[in-house]
């Protein structure tokens, strides 16, 4: 790994100017016997793959074994480190999400990558990093031959690069989402029940599912569900749907010459003075004050 920025005070920081290649923002490195490691925090956001070998992962007042098979992912204030490490090999695979530009609909009706990517990383202390992903020998081979082509396209940066190392990256995300959603593992299951909450709320934001619907999608109370959401996401599982309603009226308010009474339908809404209020209300504008923003932009 590329010299940290080292501060006697805090974790040592690793900054992107180090591992990323000019601005585009997916990386990857893969590491050979990894030594021990101190405690650091990053930039950016990292997909971990342990391919062989073992060791310790460690956490301010924690630590976890890991070996072959563990897939996990920290965002950039997670600090981390690896201790006791024996013929430990890995491939760290770091992006910034803001930047990756994915084509993100799809993927989020997938309950395993809520799980991996949001939910897991959220929980891992409380459940002791039992409820990480560990794959299957053959689901492992299975993701390191797209590991190589990710890192292949990186080195190399032929013609094309850049989009073949984002689909390529996007291959191994959904299959590492699939996977999850295989595992037994019992302290994987309410993680598994929260992540198709989160699927079923991103497909069917439109119709406004009741609290009581969504409570019997992941298979617990209403109280329960109220409260995992929150601590994983910040708001309550209507408020998120709220917020999916008016991020795609904003999509459409951008992409589309459709009314805005039309568009307000589309996401759900019968009211429009209604969705007008909770337009404005969480972005700050009104749905006709985007929409000319967005004519003027195309003009």
């Known amino acids: 790994m590329a010299a940290a920025t080292l501060d006697a005070s805090a974790p040592a920081r690793f900054r992107r100017a180090d591992h990323f290649h000019g601005s585009f923002p997916l990386a990857a490195s893969q590491v050979h016997s990894h030594a021990e490691c101190r405690v650091h925090r990053h930039e950016f956001s990292e997909l971990v793959i342990v391919l062989r070998g073992r060791g310790l992962h460690i956490a301010p007042g924690a630590s976890w074994p890991i070996g072959a098979g563990d897939a996990f992912v920290l965002h950039g ?10 013929d430990l090999d890995l491939v760290n695979i770091m992006f910034v999400p ?3 530009a994915l084509p993100a609909a799809d993927i989020a009706t997938l309950p395993g990558y809520h799980v991996l990517f949001t939910l897991e990383p959220v929980f891992r202390q409380r459940d002791r990093f039992e409820s990480r992903l560990r794959m299957t020998q053959d689901q492992l081979h299975r993701v390191e031959g797209l590991i190589d082509r990710l890192e292949r396209e ?42 198709r909450v989160i699927s079923y709320a991103e497909r069917r934001y439109f119709e ?92």
């Open 154 to 195: 990186l080195s190399e940066r032929s013609a094309g690069w850049q989009y073949s190392a984002l689909a390529s990256f996007m291959l191994i995300v959904a299959d590492l989402s699939r996977f999850y959603m295989e595992t037994d593992a019992p302290a994987a299951q309410p993680l598994q029940r929260l992540g």
């Open 98 to 100: 803001d930047e990756l």
């Open 208 to 299: 406004a599912p009741s609290l009581d619907k969504l409570a019997e999608i992941g298979c617990m109370s209403r109280r329960t569900l109220s409260r995992r959401f929150r601590q994983a996401l910040g708001v309550t599982p209507i408020e998120y749907m709220v917020r999916l309603r008016i991020e795609q009226a904003m999509e459409l308010l951008s992409s589309t010459d459709d009314s805005i009474t039309e568009i307000a339908a589309r996401v759900g809404y019968s009211d429009g003075n209604y969705f007008t209020r909770q337009f404005r209300a969480i972005t700050g504008r009104t749905p006709r004050e985007v929409r000319k923003a967005a004519v003027a932009a195309r003009s």
């Open 77 to 86: 204030d997670q600090e981390h480190g690896y201790v006791d490490t024996a």
